[in-house]
């Protein structure tokens, strides 16, 4: 495949990620105009929000599972044409329940997008630059928090909140084009990514504890930072765009300096992020009272997550104990239970110990996802897995190696591959 067209298809699918976020996130920002023209209250509006949520959680792995025998072009191109013509049914409907219903559609194609495509990128180049190529992918989505859900915001306050869905719908075709005409046809049991390059069943179910726990505690600090930084740091309301947008820029730098570090030590780079991000709350509820801090603690946090979250693609590529797109299917879930539980249990400590009580709850859960991410040492190495692309009945290990407490085991590919 021609490089120029292995990047074009890899801004397509990262323009993906950049739609599907915006397009989740939106409401947020849009919550009163839409209250007032769909005539419903603010917190009906907000159920657009937690429904989209609750389909992504409870759909994932069965979707997934049911088109898993689906080529990835072809799916990702009815996944798209899916997000376009569910936002423009948005656009045209004027009840709120076939808002609702089109949104949960567009939910249902946001669950196996995200499950299926990190392994439609990572297909595009060789496996040396999975990491890179992830970070990538998940860019989009922190670009979407940056600068496409404020954009959105501000399109909807002047043009009404049909236009910014209407933008987002028209996005939706050109990146349908592009992932149609320039994306391979391959099957998803072809190639280097289907199957995780050293399939680890204990270590991939660590990866999903680590995935909701490190999710919920960056949610519950996440979820509150406005009221954070009016009530505890002393800034105007004015200033919250600001200080949101100084994040959302350390978020897509966090998320492409990680890239490299994911492909050179995966696990090493999972467990500096969460560490990073337990830190950065950590001194947000110590230091929150001193504004400079405040602003930059803010921004490491959403460096650490955003990074966090690259980490955890370029993993699920490596311990998926089956198919790739069923692993990532079931990271994705996870990821969405610990956005709700993130928030629940932030606003659980609002009536009693105020905005920095959810703070300090979102530290304390990025402190146990750091220790079960550490855990990963503990867990004995799979000497019996080779690497991946060594035919089943011609794995022999060439030699063994002993130290203590531990066996490792060198393949070689030579004999291996009957040379």
């Known amino acids: 495949m021609k490089r120029w067209r292995a990047v074009g298809a890899l801004i397509g699918l990262s323009g993906g990620t ?23 209250p603010p917190s009906q509006v907000g159920m657009l929000v937690t429904a989209y949520g609750a389909v992504v959680m409870v759909a994932s792995v069965p979707l997934t599972a049911l088109v898993r ?3 990835r072009r072809r799916l990702l191109s009815v996944l798209l044409a899916g997000f376009v013509v569910s936002t423009a049914v948005t656009v045209l409907t004027d009840t709120f329940a076939l808002v609702l219903a089109a949104r949960m559609a567009t939910a249902a194609t946001h669950a196996v997008f995200w499950a299926v495509v990190v392994q439609a990128a990572a297909e595009l180049f060789r496996p040396g630059l999975r990491g890179r190529v992830v970070a990538v992918v998940f860019a989009g989505g922190n670009i979407a928090l940056a600068l496409g859900v404020p954009a959105g915001t501000w399109l909807g306050e002047r043009a009404g909140w049909r236009a910014s869905f209407l ?28 199957r995780g390059a050293t399939p680890d069943v204990h ?35 004015s200033a919250v765009g600001a200080i949101l947008l100084a994040r959302g820029i350390a978020s897509v730098l966090g998320i492409l300096a990680v890239g490299a570090m994911v492909d050179r030590s995966p696990w090493h780079a999972l467990t500096a ?11 947000l509820y110590a230091f929150g009272q001193r504004q400079a801090v405040t602003v930059g603690l803010i921004a490491l946090s959403g460096l650490a997550f955003a990074a966090f979250t690259a980490a955890l693609g370029g993993l699920v590529l490596q311990v ?13 879930a996870a990821v969405n239970v610990g956005i709700t539980g993130g928030a629940f249990f932030g ?29 990963e040492r503990l867990i004995r190495p799979a000497a019996s897995t080779p690497p991946p692309g ?16 531990r066996e490792r085991v060198r393949w070689d590919a030579d004999s291996a591959a009957g040379s």
């Open 69 to 71: 025998r689906v080529p």
């Open 167 to 194: 933008a987002v719908a028209g996005l939706g075709a050109i990146v349908l084009v592009v992932t149609a005409s320039l994306l391979p046809s391959t099957r998803p049991e072809e190639g280097h990514a289907a």
């Open 273 to 283: 992020t969460v560490a990073l991000q337990a830190v950065a709350l950590l001194g």
């Open 320 to 332: 998926a104990p089956g198919r790739s797109d069923l692993a990532a299917a079931t990271v994705s």
């Open 203 to 237: 270590r991939f179910w660590l990866l999903v504890t680590v995935a909701v726990l490190a999710t919920a505690g960056a949610i519950a600090a996440y979820t509150y930072v406005a009221l954070f930084v009016t009530e505890v740091s002393g800034f105007s309301a």
């Open 347 to 375: 606003g659980l400590a609002l009536p009693s110990h105020g905005v920095r009580g959810a703070v300090l709850i979102g530290a304390l859960l990025g402190v146990v996802a750091l220790v079960a991410a550490l855990g």
């Open 390 to 405: 060594v035919p089943a009945t011609r794995r022999q290990p060439a030699t063994a190696t002993r130290g203590p407490g």
């Open 18 to 40: 950049f739609l599907y976020t915006t397009a989740e996130a939106l409401p947020i920002g849009l919550l009163l105009p839409m209250a007032v023209d769909l005539a419903v």
